[in-house]
């Protein structure tokens, strides 16, 4: 009989307080685990899809519209850039190296991105199989879009107009599938890479001569000058805008941390309530077992032990809660990136944070304190007069 | 075995008690007699050290147990004194079985649940090892509690109304089984009561009046 054993045997006697407080310790937690693996997941991916990315210039439009489509490729692009403003950047002495991007159609709803070797390199990709594309009409193809699509090398490809929809196939011309990139867990994964004259061709551009446009321009400066200077340069002077992904990602994390704030005040608020809640039932329960306690100490157990014993009771109840409430939170988030429509974004529920452990260590100490009062009870248990009106 | 020497006690409020000394030899069964307010489980708390005396000494077994540290005492008590109440109170959230073993790991002393069983054949409640308390009937509870105030091979049993809340056949068993396992243990037994039914099976009797209270 160890005081951990008594405490949870105590603890089985009231079968819905117990799970009650388990349910509301696990709630609090839940929550809390659902909101760190979210907000870390979200932006980790975001700040490895930036990472190297000083600037992106592109069409005039949304600031946040112009990153998202180029960085994370989620958004709809703001337009095009005619190449020829593009190239005048890309010889700028302030620039050190320039991603040129080209989107508008997709492969089964993953985006066909037209650029060159320095995309590859940016995001130091390499391959699982096969080689990178040396020729129009060849493409390498992310790790997601593999699996997904159960490609090979060697497959063909038709890609359809649009970032999305499956209409509109580009039928006169089919790409061929060079490489299988290996995954990298960032968007890169979802994407397939071809050269920029691909696209052009595949729109006929070179037929109709038409000036020739990209999308868009991933830029890294050279020095901290260019940090100042580009951006102003290019708004002013040019038709086109540049975008900070540093400051447009802080501002989207600006505007969801309210609601994730609200959320985090709800779980702590949870949290405390099951703390009421365990000191509640500890209390009750021992007013009802003041004799057991007593009875106890004429057995032999001294007044420390009976105050571990009830303090045993009130941790073990929470980090049964905090346990099963982590559980919970992992849970609810895997089952969130199963049923989330952008798969570039993807969230994964089995992954473990550091900080979870102090979630847990938490849930103990709420427990532990609840317990504290009861626990000096039961110390001060009076055996002799307990016995004498039992 | 115990000696109670120049014991005195007073509560808030009301005038002091002062008991006369007792001297029970290992092994002798003793009466402790006295009309209900004449201070019978305020002898037996002192005695058991679980309620301090304002003046006097207890000795257990060549032990002062009012000289020990508080958790000291509580061991001691768990080893060397077994206690069996008016009521049973037996810890209700374990079964019968625990509830012996409770006695033996709080005394400090390791489980055996072979003796555990064997105790609970001798009272004749081999069957209820696994039961819960609130199966169990107030006779077979109070042969559990007697077990479990016997499990550690005290040196002294202490018994506060041990009958007065059961029935004839069962007072009678209850009382039996105190005398035969005090008796096979060699275990010194003081038994308090105002029930009649009991007396005739003792020959030692200390009887607390009022006036000796006083």
Known sequence: MTPVSISWKNLRVNKLTFFLNVLLIAFG??????????????????????????????????????????????????????????????????????????????????RIVGTDTSFINLHDLQLASGKFWEDNFQVVVGAEVARVARLKVGDKLYGSHGLS??????????????????????????????????????????????????????IQY?????????????????????????????????????????????????????????????YNSLQERKYDLAVMRVLGASACKLFCIVILEGTILTSIGSVIGLWLGHTGMELIGYFQDSAQARLTGWKLLPQEFYLVGSGMLIGFFAAVVPGIQAYRTDISSTISKG | MVD????????????????????????????????????????????????KPASGKVTIDGTDIYS?????????????????????????????????????????????????????QELGIGSKAFSYPQQLSQGQLQRASIGRALINRPGLLVADEPTSSLDNRNADTVLRLLLDLSNSHNTSLLVSTHDDRVKPAFSNVYNLTLNDAR
């Open chain 1, 29 to 110: 937690v839940g929550i809390l685990t659902l909101l760190l693996l979210s907000t870390t997941q979200v932006s980790e991916k975001l700040s490895k899809n930036a990472k190297g990315i000083d600037l992106v210039v592109g069409a005039k439009g949304s600031l946040l519209q112009l990153i998202l489509s180029s960085i994370y490729f989620v958004d709809f692009p703001t337009g095009n850039i005619p190449l020829e403003q593009a190239e005048a950047i890309s010889r700028n002495p302030l620039v050190s190296r320039v991603v040129p991007l080209a989107l508008g159609d997709n492969y089964e709803g993953f």
């Open chain 1, 222 to 282: 050279r020095s901290r000058m260019a940090m100042v200077l580009l951006p102003a340069m290019i708004n002013k002077s040019t038709s086109m805008q540049a975008a900070s992904p540093a400051k447009e990602s802080a501002r989207l994390f600006s505007l969801i941390g309210i609601g994730i704030e609200t959320l985090q005040w709800f779980a702590i608020a949870i949290m405390l309530m099951a703390g009421v809640s365990v000191f509640v039932s500890l």
């Open chain 2, 68 to 120: 020990l540290s508080s958790a000291a005492q509580d061991r001691f008590r768990g080893r060397n004194i077994g206690i069996v109440f008016q009521q049973a109170h037996l810890i209700k959230s374990l079964t019968i079985q625990e509830n012996l073993l409770l006695a033996q790991s709080f005394a400090g002393l390791p489980k055996n649940k072979k003796k555990v069983n064997q105790m609970l």
């Open chain 2, 4 to 51: 109670v020497k120049a014991v005195s006690y007073q509560y808030a409020g009301a005038e002091s008690m002062t008991f006369g000394d007792l001297c029970i030899g290992a092994g002798e069964k003793w009466l402790l007699t006295g009309e209900s307010g004449s201070g019978k489980s305020t002898f037996l708390h002192i005695l058991t050290g679980i309620l």
């Open chain 1, 165 to 218: 929809s499956a209409q509109d196939i580009h039928e006169e011309h089919a790409y061929i599938l060079k490489g299988i990139l290996k995954p990298t867990g960032s968007s890169a994964d979802h994407l397939v890479l071809t050269s920029i004259e691909s696209i052009w061709k595949m729109h006929g551009n070179e037929e109709h001569h038409r000036e020739k446009e990209i999308t868009s321009l991933l």
